[in-house]
């Protein structure tokens, strides 16, 4: 397993260096073989868990600590396979990674405040932005720390998702809401949130990316911060997003939430 080891310590170690000021003084990634072992490391250096056994794909399993410390436990090796970009585990380490950042922007240790339906959210943060911004950030650090392109990966990227007929077919509107414990509920954010993601960046840098979490921690409203920093409106950035998504690799609109049901769009 070490050639896969290798690859995300390559990765952790692009990651730290790119984000070091946004990164709490703490931060450590423990890497091992066996979840024993991974547990006690993380245990030595302060963080007091039971259990690092959270499966993220084929021989890789992972915990994670918002204060700054996350682990990851190595079963089976594999290759490094540019056009199969998250085959191996590094982009979800930083992708993973870039979560730490986001509550270390947040200034928080104990989640996001993400809308979930219910008026106390309404000012939160969507889940397409907050998945969607560690989605680039992952592929973009791993890419880079690996020597190879983001879009090399980025067709296969976008089939990252549940393989049912509503997946990125609703308006991105529709991908604001996470309500409860799954990465569907009730809409798929990571793979239209990466986009968006791009989007922005394109249009107008990566450091707003940033920048909106910063200002969020400030004003608590992500409708007020999103504008402050990107110089329009969350809704007529949706628009704008909407109109393009075809030309972006996303396919038309033919779905649309009926309160937090999922619904074809007939007539």
């Not at 952790?12 to 709490?24: A, I, R, V």
């Not at 240790?109 to 889940?127: C, I, L, R």
């Not at 004003?219 to 998504?245: A, H, M, P, Q």
Request: aromatic share 12%; proline share 4%; with cysteine.
């Amino acid at each position: 397993n070490l050639f896969r080891i290798s690859l995300l310590k390559k990765v952790d170690e692009k990651f730290s260096t790119l984000f070091n000021e946004n990164l709490p003084q703490n931060t450590l990634t423990v890497i091992g073989f066996n979840e024993d072992w991974t547990v006690e490391q993380l245990k030595k250096y302060g963080w007091q868990t039971n259990k690092c056994n959270e499966q993220y794909g084929i021989g890789l399993a992972l915990c994670l600590n918002l204060a700054g410390q996350q682990g990851y436990v190595i079963t089976t090796e594999t290759n490094y396979d540019p056009s199969h970009p998250g085959g191996d585990g590094a982009a979800l380490l930083a992708h993973e990674f870039f979560h730490i950042v986001q509550s270390r922007l947040l200034k928080s240790t104990s989640g996001f405040p993400t809308k979930d339906g219910q008026s106390s959210g309404a000012n939160g943060v969507p889940a397409w932005f907050l998945e969607g911004t560690a989605g680039f950030v992952g592929f973009s650090v791993a890419s880079f720390a690996l020597d190879s392109s983001y879009w090399d990966g980025r067709a296969r990227m976008l089939s990252y998702a549940p393989p049912v007929e509503s997946t990125n077919r609703n308006s991105i509107r529709d991908y604001e809401i996470r309500t409860c414990c799954g990465n569907d509920t009730p809409t798929y954010p990571y793979v239209i949130g990466q986009v968006a993601t791009e989007y922005i960046v394109a249009s107008i840098g990566f450091q707003a990316i940033l920048d909106i979490w910063i200002d969020y921690e400030k004003t608590k409203n992500f409708e007020l911060s999103f504008e402050r920093i990107t110089g329009i409106s969350k809704e007529i950035f949706y628009e704008k997003f909407d109109e393009i998504r075809t030309k972006v690799g996303l396919p038309t609109i033919t779905w649309k939430l009926d309160g937090l049901i999922n619904k074809r769009i007939t007539g």
